[in-house]
């Protein structure tokens, strides 16, 4: 016999950063974030997992390709899972696991990520959301989504937000299990669901810092990173729960950017400085994020009020959001007027929500 179960998870967009940890291996942070999850029929994993008596070891595959599931992150996802697995009974078919039954069966995962492969854009969020909760559901693990997240956090620390759709905040927590450091929703997706997201995608290529060490350079040798943990995200976060119960833009956007900004400032003060707002500067000038940045902050100075907030995450590509579909249709003219579509096609913007733009 054999069992299968698939799952879908968006990616997330955090607008207060989760930057720096204070236990690597429970993948615990040193501030609580806030993100927006995406729609799913845009940057989403697919994931189908299956469990048979035949199989001989645990294996997995990506986009088609098999890859090895020795790294601490996933054994520590497994673990966590088949701790907590439930009894599973199929009397027509003839099937009955017992709980510990999940310590001897193997496991075969294939996912799939949807994403543009030229967009270089970051999957692991996604990825562990789905593997954890497509896997939970075929070992019938009987947990909430907060309790999933604390596993899907053990793969990927952005990924336990991505459990949730709409605003999600992963709380920090203070246990050094990382029993309360989980992911709540704060909102779901019908709550403010005229923002539109727009990536545009800068470049293709590959970050040079991975976050993880990224963050782990900071909590070294930043002294602006403590300032950030400790003062500045806590009062953030507050205002940010705010701005999103009271779906007001203008407080929203100014603390996204502000966020962001900060995030980079930090990067800047690590040592080595880690930089990854021009990482795209070389390819073409038009294309320096920086460059972004002071159009769109001129349109806010212009009409008075923030028409649109910005964000950037460990990679190049700018993430964008606007009020309403009228406001992110004069941000796509406005991008396409300052950076014309490029020979071969460098600057591709979509729009995430219904429908694709460009
Ligand atoms: C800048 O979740 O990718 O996107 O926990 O080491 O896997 P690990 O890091 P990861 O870091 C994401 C960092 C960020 C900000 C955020 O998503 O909050």
Not at 126 to 139: D, T
Not at 164 to 170: D, I
Not at 196 to 205: D, E, G, M, P
Not at 269 to 276: A, G, L, R
């Amino acid at each position: 016999w054999i069992l299968m179960a698939t799952a879908r998870a968006p990616t997330n967009i955090a607008v207060i950063k989760y930057w720096g940890k204070r236990d690597e291996a429970l993948i615990l942070p040193i501030n609580d974030s806030i993100s927006v999850t995406l729609d799913p029929d845009h940057l989403s994993a697919t994931t189908t997992v299956a469990v048979s008596p035949s199989f001989e070891k645990d294996r997995m595959w990506l986009n088609g390709k098999e890859i090895s599931l020795s790294g601490g992150r996933y054994q520590n996802c497994l673990r966590e899972l088949r701790n907590r697995a439930g009894e599973y009974t199929d009397e027509n078919k003839g099937i009955h696991i017992e709980k510990y039954d999940w310590n001897k069966l193997h496991v075969h995962i294939a996912s799939y990520n949807n994403f543009p492969t030229a967009a270089g854009l970051a999957s692991s969020a996604a990825g562990f959301a789905c593997l954890v909760f497509s896997l939970a559901k075929l070992m019938n693990v009987k947990e909430d989504l907060s309790q999933l997240s604390t596993i899907a956090r053990q793969g990927s620390g952005s990924a336990c937000r991505s459990l949730y759709g709409g605003f999600v905040k992963w709380t920090m927590g203070n246990e050094m299990s990382g029993s309360d450091s989980i992911a709540v929703q704060l909102a779901n997706e019908t709550h403010w669901d005229d923002l539109v997201i727009i990536v545009a995608v800068v470049s293709s290529r590959q970050k040079e810092t991975s976050s993880t060490s990224g963050m782990r350079g900071s909590v070294e040798t930043s002294s602006l990173i403590q300032h950030r943990a400790k003062v500045v995200v806590p009062s953030r976060i507050l205002q940010m729960e705010q701005a999103i119960r009271n779906k007001d833009f203008s407080s929203f956007a100014r603390l996204t950017c502000a966020d962001s900004n900060q995030f980079h400032a930090v990067c800047l003060d690590t040592s080595p400085p880690i930089v990854y707002m021009n990482d795209t500067s070389h390819r073409h000038d038009l294309f320096h994020n920086y460059r972004i940045i002071s159009i769109l902050e001129r349109w806010n100075r212009h009409e008075g009020t923030p028409m649109v907030a910005y964000t950037f995450d460990a990679g190049p590509n700018a993430v964008i959001v606007a009020p309403n579909q009228k406001v992110a249709i004069d941000l796509l003219q406005r991008l396409l007027f300052y950076f014309p579509p490029a020979r071969d096609n460098e600057l591709s913007s979509y729009v995430l929500g219904d429908k694709q733009i460009l």
